[in-house]
């Protein structure tokens, strides 16, 4: 009887890991899904901003490293699908979530493109805690590929 409690609470625990793994899943698909828009169809600002725990930064590629709020960041990107960016869609290449406890961090492979034209590809971050039982980002953080920085294998194609 004892084994079969034991084997019960590991299949358990690899359910809840499934469940937390699709969650996150979700996340990332929310997020690259909501920063798309059109002349015809615009952003879906508070889908982005609803994955968010109050508090959280994300620190964008740019050097030196300077944090911002989600807020501040559909600020700027607002103001910029309002004047210069006419177009912005995000597509997940590939992505890799890891999961301890109530802890987790997704990586994802993604590629960009602007105006419809301008296309560049990056790593996105994002570290996850779960909180009454649902997952949060606390922090987000992405860098660019360049001709010195290429995308890993790993985070291209699911």
Not at 1 to 20: N, P, R, S, T
Not at 77 to 87: D, I, P, T, Y
């Amino acid at each position: 009887m004892a084994l079969i409690a034991v084997f019960g609470a590991k299949f358990a625990h690899e359910g809840d890991k499934m469940d937390d793994q699709k969650a996150i899943e979700a996340i990332v698909a929310r997020q690259f899904g909501s920063l798309n828009w059109t002349p015809d169809k615009p952003c879906e600002w508070n889908d982005f901003i609803a994955d968010f725990l109050a508090g959280a930064l994300l620190y964008p590629s740019a050097r030196p490293a300077k944090s911002q709020t989600p807020d501040d960041f559909v600020l700027r990107m607002k103001g910029l699908a309002e004047s210069r960016l006419h177009s912005f869609k995000e597509d997940v290449l590939g992505h890799q979530i890891f999961v301890f406890g109530n802890v987790a961090v997704a990586v994802a492979g993604c590629q960009i493109t602007e105006n419809d034209k301008e296309v560049s590809r990056g790593v996105e971050m994002m570290l996850l805690i779960k909180q009454e039982g649902r997952w949060r980002i606390v922090a987000q953080a992405w860098d660019m590929e360049n001709d010195s920085k290429k995308l890993p294998s790993e985070l291209i194609g699911l």
